[in-house]
């Protein structure tokens, strides 16, 4: 059984599986899910066990993935009766993989991005306890003072950008269920639908998430990058009689990937979307292309056209698979 968020033993707190992922490539912080306890999230639930009924995580390590990150049961979790985690039946690692192969969409949709990143207060550290432990020091203090009682299922919000991005995705080809979903970041409110842009329509609306097909990605030296997208935008400027089609790019800086807290995590995505075969998107939010004139390699003295941005936070920008996307 999937869950969409998890009890975290030494953060006092619940956590998405997306919250997870972040702190997991955090170089500012200590934090390594591997070590890490989970437990149910449903309060009453997790009373009931001792520190040895845990959750497992899946895809939260991995750079790259494809398949929806979440938490699952291991085969000897237990939850009370009328636990809304609970499974009808504990399954066999064969059933828990075929689990996990057939259902890959992300149930759970964010209604706000945040822009302001969550922190994290680890709780001090206690000395192991006996397995006879009472009940009471069973319970986490912040659930013992009722601050978890409503967060039982996935925050209605999000400050990771991995979760709006991967309820769109994953839930691709339910197009009602996309127009039905709202998400609001900062100012602006729309369904999902209308909130995610193909890049070749960014003219349509400012301050939206844009992504497309990528058609190169410019490695200069392992220290900046630019992203080139296969589709183009296609615009009649003034004085021209017709519509012409323009390239569409955006660049990373050096000084920007240097100080970014997942630059480790960073490297190695943009490098394997670098030299990969297979068909990659980028989605990005906080700035959108505008038309600019740049010089040509073969003859510096011509200009030519082209849409082109610099990403100013790289906690907005995904390089990933979505085999969904392909005949979009």
């Known amino acids: 059984m999937k869950f969409d968020l998890a009890y975290c033993r030494s953060l006092d707190d619940k956590l998405s599986i997306y919250d997870v992922r972040d702190l997991n490539f955090d170089e500012t912080v200590d934090f390594d899910s591997a070590k890490e306890q989970f437990q149910c999230p449903n309060d009453a639930c997790r009373a009931a066990f001792d520190a040895a009924n845990v959750l497992v995580t899946f895809n939260a390590k991995n750079v790259n993935y494809v398949r929806t990150p979440h938490f699952k049961n291991t085969p000897s979790t237990r939850h009370v009766e009328g636990c809304p985690y609970a499974s009808l039946k504990t399954p066999t690692s064969l059933e828990t993989d075929a689990s996990e ?7 759970h949709f964010p209604s706000e991005l945040l822009l302001t990143r969550r922190e994290y207060v680890r709780k001090p550290s206690r000395p192991a306890v006996a397995a006879d432990v009472t009940r009471d020091e069973r319970v986490p203090s912040a659930a013992r003072h009722g601050e978890h009682t409503s967060r039982d299922s996935a925050p209605d919000k999000t400050s990771v950008f991995a979760h709006p991005v991967e309820c769109f995705v994953s839930n691709f080809a339910d197009k009602d269920l996309l ?24 003219l349509d609306n400012k301050g939206l998430i844009y992504w497309g097909k990528i058609k190169k990605i410019e490695d200069y030296h392992s220290a900046s990058f630019r992203v080139d997208f296969e589709q183009k935008v296609w615009v009649k400027l003034p004085g021209e009689a017709k519509k012409r089609p323009y390239s569409v790019n955006v660049y990373l800086s050096k000084k920007l990937i240097d100080q970014y807290r997942k630059r480790k995590a ?7 979307a670098a030299e990969s075969e297979r068909d990659l998107y980028c989605f990005f939010y906080g700035v959108t292309p505008e038309l600019k004139q740049v010089p040509s390699k073969k003859n510096p003295e011509q200009t030519f ?24």
């Open 101 to 107: 192969a057939d259902d890959g969409r992300e149930e």
């Open 179 to 202: 127009k039905r979903r709202p998400l609001k970041i900062g100012e602006h409110t729309a369904p999902y639908a209308s909130f995610f842009k193909k890049i070749e329509y960014l």
């Open 266 to 272: 960073f490297l190695e995505e943009i490098k394997h």
């Open 305 to 328: 056209g082209v849409f082109s941005a610099q990403i100013e936070n790289l906690d907005h920008f995904i390089i990933r698979e979505a085999p969904g996307l392909a005949d979009s």
